[in-house]
């Protein structure tokens, strides 16, 4: 693989690339990765023999779940960033392999060091704009929804008439039209 060759890439070029690159460098992205899989290990035993003792005893006190609850999101957050981490240093490991440069795990995770902050915004916008983009669909739907219950109701008490599904379909094409306008002024802002 030509270090320098920056261009434009098909499909099957661009994963002919990336299969060969992780393929030469397997061990060095295990390494990286070893991390936080290492990390929740503890975790995942932990989990299961509660699970086990919890099925053996009977239902579990609710100072228990409470407990475990907070220790689950304490566990996952703290879990998060260590991945985040470590998906940086593995960004740094590609573009450095790329570039034909020798890498290890230490030099990845060493370049990353002084960005824990930046890397932790990067992942939280990224985590906001797609959970965000979820929550103000079902946010649309849940309007359009009480919408089309409201109509129904002021307008359908008695018999259905057929205006109901016009009104309705009405209702519908305009939120698939808002959807539409949503999408377009959200891919505008990202280019």
């Known amino acids: 693989m030509d270090a320098t060759d920056l261009r434009p890439l098909a499909l099957g070029e661009l994963l002919d690339r990336t299969f060969r690159l992780y393929r030469n460098h397997f061990w060095l992205f295990v390494g990286i990765m070893a991390i936080p899989s290492a990390f929740s290990v503890p975790f995942t035993v932990l989990i299961f023999s509660m699970q086990s003792s919890a099925i053996a005893g009977g239902p ?6 409470i407990g475990m609850v907070l220790f689950g999101l304490a566990f996952f957050c703290l879990f998060c960033g260590v991945y ?25 995770y060493g370049k990353v060091r002084g960005n824990f902050w930046r890397i932790i915004g990067v992942v939280v916008v990224a985590l906001l704009r797609a959970y965000g983009m979820l929550i103000l669909a079902g946010i649309g739907m849940a309007i359009v929804i009480g919408i089309s219950a409201g109509i129904l109701a002021a307008i359908g008490r008695g018999q259905p008439r057929p205006v109901v ?24 802002g990202t280019q």
């Open 165 to 188: 599904g016009i009104i309705i379909g009405l209702v519908m094409f305009v939120a698939y039209l808002a959807g539409i306008g949503l999408w377009c002024c959200g891919r505008s």
């Open 60 to 65: 579990p006190s609710p100072k228990l779940v």
């Open 84 to 108: 985040s981490v470590a998906i940086g240093a593995t960004t740094y490991a590609v573009s450095e392999a790329y570039l034909g440069r020798k890498v290890t795990v230490r030099d990845a």
